[in-house]
């Protein structure tokens, strides 16, 4: 047993898949969820990622020694602030946010000191939403990135990471600096690119699309509450990871506009070479 | 029995499926695959792909009453017109290339005038290749585009039509231009955007790598030598959709520079709808 009493704010696809890895594996004696619709909780109490709903933040944090936000981006900083009021004295608090830079810098600042913040994010998920998609193995054979500052505790940061490994996760520690320049180019770049491919679709070519078209935009299927934030939150890495690509695709289209077949071929080459090195 | 003889002229992925759909429905009595490797013609016998392997195009397309040609564009239409020099009067050709402007135009103007050209094109595959990915079913459920012009002789058009309906594909009848700027959106466009996505990623960062990522580069790791020929081919539809596709990411860059989350929210919005509408 890891944690007595786990708590999670924010019962969603990630949320849920904690919450039924959590109890799937014995790492916790109670799971306690945080949402503000009873219905949600009591769906994902059903499907046993939580063994209690609380609707009142307060109630919710007051007996955790673990409590993850797994809300929009947004919403964490001010979450965590709000719940620490509540929090035992050792508490530690972590995320699941896709940024980090704005998020650990804002609790950093103005956490209490007798409580732990470490920034965290399990590279999973998908285009789906709410617990009904949670899975218990979801973080399993994934990388979860813990991010450590100046401020951050090593028993908290240690803790953290064997919860994460629990899970069947790989932990990775970075500053949220390179967290966020990273995942700019791995996850933040692909989901504008994804959504400016769909968007340039009309209606009238939809037959024509197959498995290419799916993948590589399957992922503008995710949720813009969830997206607008994380792509506020990394302005300047998206900005360069934006004119990055803009180089190369205008190296493709030079080459293409030429008819320089051997500079297509190169271009095309790097990128299968890339891929290739990724796996399936 | 639809077909007497079946020719498959480059038996690959494409190629290799096509004989395999066509002799697991009982639809031709014969099929001969034409290829420079002997090896892989033993492989694609050995698959069930095709009855017999030739080497010789003359040979290979004598006794042919349809001969597909599944080769990279650029070798399609010079194929077409030295096998064409041994066929039977009222043989059809067809193809599976991936543009159809320039293979179509290339071989109206010089086809004998007792033979018949239809082009093709099934929108299935795969970032494989070779015949041992060969899959019977590739083309259930797949739309394959056929091209009608003044020069389509209705009968062959109707023959290969009816072809691709019995392996389980539908059939829509375009112009090649119409062709070509609907496959510039929808299958080169993304090529070129996941190769370039995926040209990007320092080695570093592969571990920060998810399904994500994943998703939108899987067709970077398509085969240089069929993918360079295919954007050549496609030159001014492609340089279009590369001119839309950088204003769509004008408008985010300009959006996510400004922290203009109503507009972020709304280009979000309008791929969530349209991929939304693709499914799964």
Redesign the interface.
Known sequence: MLVQTLTIVGVGLIGGSVGLAAKSRGLVRRVIGFGRDPANLAKARALGAIDEGVLTLADAVRDADLTIFCTPVDRIAEQVLAASAFCKVGAILTDAGSTKQVIVRDIETRLRADVHFVGGHP????EKKGAEHAQKDLFVN??T?LTRTAATADAALDTVAAFWRALGSRV?ILSPERHDA??A???H???????????????E?????????????????????V???I??HN?PA??T??A???D??TA??QA??K?D?VQ??Q??????K?????G?
């Not at 590279?123 to 998908?126: D, T």
């Not at 770049?189 to 209606?203: D, I, K, R, Y």
Request: proline letters at 4%.
């Open positions: 590279l999973a998920g998908s994934r990388v990135v990775e990273a995942l180019l791995t996850s770049l692909p989901h504008v690119v994804a959504s400016a491919l769909a968007g340039l679709l009309p209606a070519w939809r037959d024509f699309t197959a498995t290419g078209f799916r993948d590589t935009t399957r992922i503008a299927g995710g949720d813009a509450e997206w607008t934030p792509l506020q302005r998206l900005l990871a934006l990055q690509l803009d190369r695709l493709f289209r293409i506009a008819g077949s297509i071929d271009l095309l080459t790097q990128g299968k890339v891929r290739d090195a990724l399936s």
